[in-house]
Nanobody
């Protein structure tokens, strides 16, 4: 199993920045990609960004492209989400996710960290 632990959420004013971190532990030897989803109460979880640990290719949702940057430290099994120019609509619980090699879906999820952007 893989355990994921997020940190770095909080309250920030619109236009501000936050950096989320996620630490992976457990059986991490064949993690292929890690990323972030977010969820607002009453709505479906929304894909935010993902990064392949081998090669470093990245994907972003259109809503965050150009404002958020995903990065990783493979040696430490860490993934980060640098969020800039935050908007009130970015307010959500942010979840770190991971998937193993050969698995198409993100089967591992963290507990989530709250990000609140005030207007």
């Amino acid at each position: 199993q893989v355990q994921l632990a997020e940190s770095g959420g909080g309250l920030v004013q619109a236009g501000g920045s936050l950096r989320l971190s996620c630490a992976a532990s457990g059986r991490t030897f064949n993690i292929a990609a890690m990323g972030w989803f977010r969820q607002v109460p009453g709505k479906d979880r929304e894909f935010v960004a993902a990064r392949a640990l081998s090669g470093g290719s990245t994907m972003y949702s259109d809503s965050v492209k150009g404002r958020f940057t995903i990065s990783s430290d493979n040696a430490r099994n860490m993934v980060y989400l640098q969020m800039k120019s935050l908007k009130p609509e970015d307010t959500a619980v942010y979840y770190c996710v991971a998937r193993k090699t050969g698995i198409a879906t993100y089967e591992y999820w963290g507990q989530g960290t709250q990000v609140t952007v005030s207007s």
